[in-house]
């Protein structure tokens, strides 16, 4: 395979790897509505953070992809950190007062906010009309389905939590960029997810642990830290390496859809018909941001060239 032909399959991949990183991010909240009595938001979030920085720093360590600590930025690398850390709390502090679909919806309907604002500022990215025509509907759904959330409890304490998740991921976002260049995404994602549960760490000595006695508490802090962290947020790095930042926080919208699915499927929370209009938009934003209408028109017209 010649190297244009294999730049051109990462790129043409790289949308899949975040939407199925969104997705299982979605998952998240139903795990910890489904944890044992007890399970407070912060151990939630730390106990995640330590299981995926474990299984990272194994699978790094094995190939050799961490390097000397001296070669990596300290600044980059302890904002990244400090924002996991963050990211983790104000989340599950979030959903424990929101719900899972209204807490997930606010969340990353407010990253690609921030995101496009902080890369513009800090990194220079431009941001295209398709982006900000995406960002649009995708936002507009995420109003209509906080408004739909029928008995999903909303409050202001829980909204600004909501809103700090968001903005602490736009910078993680932006923080790991640079932190990529000459680095594997599984040391990176490594090496910031184990700090930011070393930051909170502190939580675990007063908190009630008792819960994860229990079998249920167990799997869902292995699948907190596995299935809904460390998988995903390595999908979600090797797609960053060759998307700006803003479209692939935009696609990760499909977060709060998935989110919002499971809410009723699974925990029975009740959405409006204006919530499933919301899903719709949500649809169309990342259809709009992953298909480039150029691109599709490139394709048809070199398959009927082909077929001449």
């Not at 299982?24 to 407070?40: D, F, N, R, Y």
Request: hydrophobic share 55%.
């Amino acid at each position: 395979m010649q190297p244009e032909e294999s730049c051109q399959g990462k790129i043409k991949s790289a949308p899949g790897l975040i939407l199925l990183a969104a997705v299982l991010w979605g998952t998240a909240g139903t795990a910890q509505a489904l944890a044992p009595a007890g399970a407070e938001p912060v151990v939630i979030g730390t106990l995640r953070l330590a299981v995926s920085g474990v299984a990272l720093l194994v699978i790094a360590g094995s190939f050799g992809g961490l390097g000397k600590p001296r070669h990596w930025p300290l600044a980059a690398t302890a904002c990244a950190a400090i924002c996991m850390a963050v990211l983790q709390v104000c989340f599950f502090g979030a959903l424990s007062r929101t719900g899972v679909a209204t807490g997930t919806t606010i969340f990353i309907g407010s990253s690609p906010v921030f995101a496009g604002l902080i890369a513009f500022l800090l990194r220079g990215e431009r941001l295209s009309l398709k982006w900000w025509c995406a960002t649009v509907l995708a936002i507009s759904g995420c109003s209509l389905l906080i408004s739909g959330a029928g008995d999903i409890s909303v409050d202001i304490l829980g909204i600004i939590l909501a809103l700090g998740a968001g903005c602490a991921y736009a910078i993680y976002a932006v923080a790991i960029k640079g932190l990529l260049k000459g680095r594997s995404a599984v040391a990176v994602l490594a090496v910031t997810s184990s700090l930011g549960a070393l930051l909170l760490s502190p939580c675990l000595f007063s908190a009630n642990l008792s819960w994860l006695t229990e079998p249920r508490g167990i799997a869902v802090a292995l699948y907190l830290g596995l299935g809904t962290s460390a998988l995903p947020y390595w999908l979600f790095a090797s797609g960053l390496r060759v998307l700006p930042v803003a479209t692939a926080v935009t696609l990760n919208l499909a977060e709060p859809l998935t989110a919002a699915l499971l809410g009723v499927l699974v925990l029975g929370e009740q959405l409006t018909p204006s919530a499933y209009l919301a899903m719709s938009m949500l649809v169309a934003g990342l259809f709009l941001v992953s298909f480039s209408p150029r691109v599709i028109l490139a394709r048809l017209i070199n398959r009927r060239l082909a077929e001449r």
